[in-house]
Nanobody
């Protein structure tokens, strides 16, 4: 069964960096596009970065110029490099995948079929 597994979360001080990774549990060709979402307790899960099948990347305004999404197609992994972290970046971060060819950072949760369980990122001031 295909599952996505995130890693790399943790605690860091404001201004610091973290790198999240996401790997598929089995080799698959079912995932064409991928994205990163995050969720704070009591709020909706929001998309923050996406990379589509054409390798086009998009970002939410809140993370633009600080976060970078990338994908290693040979290893079937997804990464999110997070720099200049702020306390408001504190959230659970989720990796998501879809067979859709086109997605962007504003794509809906329902646009993605595959999800990881999330990894906690905590940024202290």
């Amino acid at each position: 069964q295909l599952q996505l597994v995130e890693s790399g979360g943790g605690s860091v001080k404001a201004g610091g960096s973290l790198r999240l990774s996401c790997a598929a549990s089995i080799y698959t060709t079912r995932i064409s596009s991928m994205g990163w979402f995050r969720q704070v307790p009591g709020k909706e899960r929001e998309g923050i970065a996406a990379i589509d099948s054409y390798r086009s990347t998009t970002y939410a305004d809140s993370v633009k110029d600080r976060f970078t999404i990338s994908r290693d197609y040979r290893k079937n992994t997804l990464s999110l490099q997070m720099n200049s972290l702020k306390p408001e970046d504190t959230a659970i971060y989720y990796c998501a995948g879809t067979g859709r060819l086109r997605v962007n950072s504003a794509s809906r949760i329902l646009d993605f079929e595959y999800w990881g369980r999330g990894t906690q990122v905590t940024v202290s001031s």
